[in-house]
């Protein structure tokens, strides 16, 4: 159910006390702002938990339905017991846009995820999925979302990296974001839509979720700089003219490269003495693209677009990652469960009953 309201005549009205231009918040910068205005602007049917991240345009929080708690009228009693998983189930995500001169922004993410999540073969598990939108011609925009429950792939690749025994990243793990995340991209761009902020910030790693058993499945996220042709045209709160529909195909074009980028930077922290041929011409195919990136055409691995690459790799990718040692399972599944590891993690049981007990208490 997205409730988005029909365009407001006259904008003029509209607050910039917030800075558009804002520079990258900080983690402490996050939790201040929480305290003062942000969380103000979360729908009031749901209860806030805890920041879950925040990127150039937006913080986004844990949270959950208030109505749900009354489902759950012992869990202040039962301090020891494990979390109800249909409890859990309902925890979701809430992204509040940075400023409220974000109105055209925020309403093209949320239309264009509803757009996507309208089609029959939408890959619910790989994208962002949207519940909500609250998008007013003034104050805060929010968009609720599907949580994912885990860290980004930057958060958990960096502190793999600086880890003293960093040398078990199996190349099955590169395969893996190549199969899902590649086919989340290859989705949106069957459906003319192009994400344009492809980088390893806004893909996410969900441990709740595991088609393939024992590895989190990998998650596109942020929506906020998407174009698709038809859904901008009709942006009420529209001042740029519409990124015209043969631009798009550029654009994809670069999300493609970006997609490639961020399986060289992956495939470089590998270090897998049991070479195959598929993965030598794989990552030398990814490294031609990494040397052409920011120059559209020039590079053979970008003309080869990601259907090619597909195409080529996609069997032998499900072969080799089959191949994954238990060990190699644990050790990811193990890494992505330290907190003081890995930033962002998602949400423990505990934050979840200190913030539901809280609540019930002020009742
Ligand atoms: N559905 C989600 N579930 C949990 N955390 C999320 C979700 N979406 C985003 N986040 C977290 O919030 C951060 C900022 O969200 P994002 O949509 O990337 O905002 P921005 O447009 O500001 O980059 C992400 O990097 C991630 O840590
Ligand atoms: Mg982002």
């Given at each position: 159910m997205v409730e988005i309201p029909a365009e407001d005549s006259d904008k003029s009205d509209k607050s910039d006390s917030d800075s558009e231009t804002e520079s990258q918040p900080t983690e402490f910068s996050v939790v201040m702002d929480t305290v003062v205005c942000w969380e103000n602007a979360i729908p009031k049917e749901l209860l806030s938990i805890k920041p879950a991240g925040s990127g150039s345009f937006g913080k986004v929080f844990y949270c959950i339905p208030r109505d749900a708690l009354e489902d759950y009228p012992n869990i202040a009693k039962q301090p020891t017991k494990k979390l109800p998983g249909s409890l859990k189930a309902q925890i979701c995500a809430v992204k509040v846009h940075s400023a409220t001169t974000m109105v055209e922004q925020a309403w093209a993410e949320a239309e264009i995820l509803k757009y996507i999540q309208q089609a029959d073969e939408f890959p619910g598990r790989h994208l962002s999925r949207l519940l909500a939108a609250n998008i007013p011609a003034t104050g805060l925009s929010t968009i609720t979302m599907e949580a994912v429950m885990g860290p980004t792939l930057d958060h958990f690749w960096n502190s793999y990296m600086g880890r003293f025994d960093s040398q078990w990243m199996p190349k099955e793990f590169v395969w893996h974001v190549f199969l899902q995340l590649g086919a989340a991209i290859r989705f949106i761009h069957s459906m003319n839509v192009s994400h344009n902020d492809l980088h390893d910030g806004n893909v996410m790693l969900n441990m709740a979720r595991q088609d393939f058993p024992g590895l989190p499945n990998v998650v596109l996220i942020d929506f906020g700089q998407a174009n698709h042709f038809e859904t901008e045209a009709r942006n009420p709160f529209r001042t740029k003219p519409a990124v015209p529909a043969e631009k798009i195909e550029l654009l994809i074009e670069d999300d493609n490269a970006a997609f490639f980028q961020i399986l060289y930077a992956l495939s470089m922290g590998i270090v897998d003495r049991e070479d195959s041929w598929d993965w030598h011409t794989f990552t030398a195919l990814l490294e031609d693209s990494a040397y052409g990136f920011g120059s559209r055409g020039q590079s053979d691995a970008q003309k080869c677009v990601l259907d090619k690459m597909t195409t080529r790799y996609e069997a032998p990718a499900i072969a080799e990652r089959a191949k994954i040692s238990q060990k190699a399972k644990e050790n990811i599944a193990r890494h992505l469960s330290?907190?003081?590891?890995?930033?962002?993690?998602?949400?423990?049981?505990?934050?979840?009953?200190?913030?539901?007990?809280?609540?019930?208490d002020k009742a």
């Amino acid at each position: 159910m997205v409730e988005i309201p029909a365009e407001d005549s006259d904008k003029s009205d509209k607050s910039d006390s917030d800075s558009e231009t804002e520079s990258q918040p900080t983690e402490f910068s996050v939790v201040m702002d929480t305290v003062v205005c942000w969380e103000n602007a979360i729908p009031k049917e749901l209860l806030s938990i805890k920041p879950a991240g925040s990127g150039s345009f937006g913080k986004v929080f844990y949270c959950i339905p208030r109505d749900a708690l009354e489902d759950y009228p012992n869990i202040a009693k039962q301090p020891t017991k494990k979390l109800p998983g249909s409890l859990k189930a309902q925890i979701c995500a809430v992204k509040v846009h940075s400023a409220t001169t974000m109105v055209e922004q925020a309403w093209a993410e949320a239309e264009i995820l509803k757009y996507i999540q309208q089609a029959d073969e939408f890959p619910g598990r790989h994208l962002s999925r949207l519940l909500a939108a609250n998008i007013p011609a003034t104050g805060l925009s929010t968009i609720t979302m599907e949580a994912v429950m885990g860290p980004t792939l930057d958060h958990f690749w960096n502190s793999y990296m600086g880890r003293f025994d960093s040398q078990w990243m199996p190349k099955e793990f590169v395969w893996h974001v190549f199969l899902q995340l590649g086919a989340a991209i290859r989705f949106i761009h069957s459906m003319n839509v192009s994400h344009n902020d492809l980088h390893d910030g806004n893909v996410m790693l969900n441990m709740a979720r595991q088609d393939f058993p024992g590895l989190p499945n990998v998650v596109l996220i942020d929506f906020g700089q998407a174009n698709h042709f038809e859904t901008e045209a009709r942006n009420p709160f529209r001042t740029k003219p519409a990124v015209p529909a043969e631009k798009i195909e550029l654009l994809i074009e670069d999300d493609n490269a970006a997609f490639f980028q961020i399986l060289y930077a992956l495939s470089m922290g590998i270090v897998d003495r049991e070479d195959s041929w598929d993965w030598h011409t794989f990552t030398a195919l990814l490294e031609d693209s990494a040397y052409g990136f920011g120059s559209r055409g020039q590079s053979d691995a970008q003309k080869c677009v990601l259907d090619k690459m597909t195409t080529r790799y996609e069997a032998p990718a499900i072969a080799e990652r089959a191949k994954i040692s238990q060990k190699a399972k644990e050790n990811i599944a193990r890494h992505l469960s330290v907190v003081t590891v890995v930033r962002s993690l998602g949400l423990s049981d505990d934050e979840i009953r200190s913030a539901v007990v809280a609540e019930l208490d002020k009742a």
